[in-house]
């Protein structure tokens, strides 16, 4: 799969890539909510919309934060940062949806289409269009940017937020900040109908890490040491640092979060101040192995990194499968001409849609049918006929 996504039309190879098979970013999207909250109004963790939505009507009126104000968030989001778009993760429950940075596109039996023309999309935007006109979700969440977002999850002694949206805690604060003693992950919520899943971002090769020019004296050489870095030896060097100094092999009889024996074992924590490595920016082969099965304290059951990756977990189970997303493509000049404008067009358009929709300026049940009329207009099906036609080049039978 990965040389096929790096593998141009012409069968033609540019560029050798850092490949990082980041489990925990594969399955990132996440709903936060307020676990303090929750107990003092004496409600379970959510896990359909039905509950989520009654959880976030006693946060707005119960004043579980207990200053005697009306001040209480009971959502909210941002359009930037890591995973913080409201839509994200709500429309999971109603139709799969893996956001404006792929897209939007799914494959079903064979077949490129996308979500955001189809009922249950409209469903999902019903949904969220009634947390809004309860006051519920606040609408700041469609124009603030994510530094803003954690102004708002810090900014006051009594805690205001209810519930976010984010690929991690650091979503709503700085790292480590007291405020994120209060929040607990949600499982991804069935909607009313019972569906549910998540955005699944699959590992690709991440291009400019590494080409070889015409002006190379010695290309051949320069390409063997490039392979050479796809060995284990040199991506764990790149990744964690220097071996007995930064990270050793994992005792044996020690377990990774998965109750397995474990790989590696960390001196250092990712991020600390040491010599050895700054960054995993060059050719390499950071595998899954090497990120997750790492040494964990089975007495420190509730540590962050065991916390994540049983969170991430949860959330693996109702993702859709390799052959329903729809995989990096290999465009020819060509056919980005065809598309690109009318692509560009499209997503800002949905964007829009979703915040004009959700928060009433324009109307659900009113203005739906001209919505769908002007995604024609715009080029939808060139969209996805381009599309169809490269997808089965590279990847048809």
Not at 17 to 33: F, G, M, T, V
Not at 368 to 397: C, F, H, P, S
Request: glycine fraction near 8%; aromatic fraction near 12%; proline fraction near 6%.
């Amino acid at each position: 799969t990965f040389r096929s996504q790096m593998t141009d039309p012409e069968g033609n190879i540019w560029y050798l890539p850092k490949i990082s098979e980041c489990y925990q970013c594969e399955y990132s999207a996440r709903l936060y909510i307020n676990k303090t909250w929750l107990d003092k109004v004496g409600l379970g963790i959510p896990t359909t919309t039905d509950e989520f939505y009654t959880a976030l009507k006693a946060f707005k009126t119960q004043d579980p934060n207990g200053n005697g104000k009306a001040d209480e968030i009971g959502f909210v989001g941002a359009i930037t940062g890591w995973r913080t778009e409201i839509d994200l993760q709500i429309m999971n429950s109603f139709i799969y949806n893996d956001g404006r940075n792929r897209n939007r596109m799914v494959v079903k039996n064979g077949k490129v289409d996308v979500v955001y023309n189809k009922p249950e999309w409209r469903d999902g935007l019903r949904y969220m269009n009634k947390l809004v006109e309860e006051g519920l979700l606040d609408p700041v969440s469609f124009t603030q940017d994510a530094s803003q977002l954690k102004q708002l999850g810090t900014a006051s002694q009594d805690v205001l937020v209810g519930a976010f949206t984010g690929g991690t805690l650091n979503s709503i604060s700085s790292p480590g900040h007291p405020v994120q003693k209060n929040y607990v992950v949600m499982p991804p919520l069935k909607g009313p109908n019972g569906f549910t899943s998540t955005a699944y971002f699959p590992t690709i090769p991440q291009i400019g890490t590494f080409i070889i020019t015409s002006e190379a004296d010695y290309p051949d050489a320069a390409f063997r040491w490039a392979d050479w870095m796809y060995n284990e030896e040199p991506s764990l060097y790149m990744r964690f640092g220097e071996k007995g100094v930064d990270w050793v092999p994992a005792p044996e009889g020690t377990v990774d979060p998965f109750g397995n024996q474990a790989f590696l074992k960390p001196i250092l924590a990712w991020g600390s101040v040491q010599n050895s490595h700054w960054t995993f920016d060059q050719p390499g082969y950071s595998t899954r192995q090497m990120q997750v099965s790492q040494v964990v304290d089975p007495a420190a059951k509730t540590s962050a990194n065991t916390l994540f990756i049983a969170e991430t977990v949860m959330y693996e189970e109702v993702a859709p499968g390799l052959d329903e997303v729809l995989p990096n493509l290999f465009f020819t000049v060509d056919e980005l001409d065809e598309i690109q404008d009318i692509k560009a067009t499209i997503i800002g358009y949905v964007e829009e849609t979703i915040a004009r929709f959700v928060t009433g300026n324009m109307d659900i049940e009113n203005d739906w049918d001209d919505y769908l009329a002007e995604l024609d207009d715009m080029g939808l099906d060139k969209l996805i006929e381009v599309t169809q036609a490269v997808y089965e080049r590279q990847y048809g039978n």
